[in-house]
């Protein structure tokens, strides 16, 4: 409560959401400062007294690329759709390290954030999103050497690689839409941040990250596998860089699947914020 210069009380009064008011983008143009505190703070706790800074963003996809190139490519002889293996794996490796990374700072953005929520009201679909921003920085760095790959092995430049603009965005949402759940459920159980390591590892082998979804055989295991919603993300990530065969049907399931867990992560985060405050 607040006196104006007339002396008369104002009171603010802060409601909850209405039983199907599950997002206001208005909170982040009100908010729109905190967010940017939120992820600049993140961003420069990440590499903060790094020997190497910012070069673990390079140094980590790549590696990943050679490693994956060797094993799954050289030794294991996996099908890479004619394309070059390393830039094959690469285009898996992008988007997954932006899904993977971003789900798991969203994991444990509320409990990150537990004395903020504590002492002021923020509204709490911020922190998420603050968490999941910083991984972008990792994301356009990776960028720059898949650039590098494109002019080394000689792929021609397409508007079509306008795609993974929109692809970009599915697999942050893509990371959003699971994140809000594990974000909600660790505030209650922190088991979540045992467990999220282990799911992000266990995902990554049913994504087509290191291997083309072509293994999968077609029929009902290709559309169970399709529900997977990173499965579309990086399928589309190589059609719009080499070309190829289009993702198709099983891209719409993936998207599908996403929005789907998104629309009720947000209800499910709505329903249980009244709490985290109290719990966190």
């Known amino acids: 409560m607040k006196t104006d210069r007339n002396n008369i009380d104002i009171t603010t009064v802060i409601e909850p959401p209405g039983k199907w008011h599950f997002f206001d983008f208005s909170d982040f143009v009100r908010y729109h400062e905190l ?3 939120l992820t600049w703070r993140d ?4 590499y903060k007294q790094a020997a190497l800074g910012i070069g673990w963003a390079v140094i980590q996809p790549i590696m990943q690329m050679v490693v994956f190139s060797f094993i799954f490519g050289r030794m294991g002889n996996f099908d890479s759709e004619g394309i070059p293996y390393p830039i094959f794996t690469f285009l898996g490796i992008l988007p997954w390290n932006l899904f993977s990374k971003s789900l798991s700072s969203a994991s444990n953005s509320m409990v990150k954030n537990a004395g903020l929520l504590k002492k002021v ?9 603050a968490s999941i921003l910083p ?7 990776g960028f720059c050497i898949l650039a590098v790959l494109i002019i080394y092995y000689g792929i021609a430049i397409s508007w079509g690689m306008l795609v993974l603009i929109p692809l970009t965005a599915l697999a942050m949402l893509s990371a959003v839409s699971v994140g809000l759940w594990l974000a909600a459920i660790n505030v209650k159980y922190r088991d979540v941040k045992q467990v999220t390591p282990f799911l992000i590892s266990l995902w990554m082998w049913i994504t087509p ?35 190829g065969k289009t993702p198709g049907e099983t891209f719409f399931i993936s998207t599908a699947v996403m929005l789907i867990l998104l629309i009720f992560g947000l209800i499910y985060f709505r329903k249980t914020e009244a709490f985290f405050a109290d719990i966190v």
């Open 35 to 37: 967010l940017f505190f």
């Open 43 to 46: 961003v420069k706790v990440r």
């Open 121 to 129: 009201y923020v509204p709490r679909l911020i922190l998420p999103i």
């Open 135 to 141: 991984n972008f920085i990792d994301f356009l760095i």
């Open 209 to 243: 990250v290191a291997y083309s979804s072509t293994e999968i055989p077609e029929g009902i295991w290709r559309y169970v596998y399709s529900l997977n919603p990173m499965v579309g993300v990086v399928n589309g990530f190589r059609w719009a860089i080499v070309g």
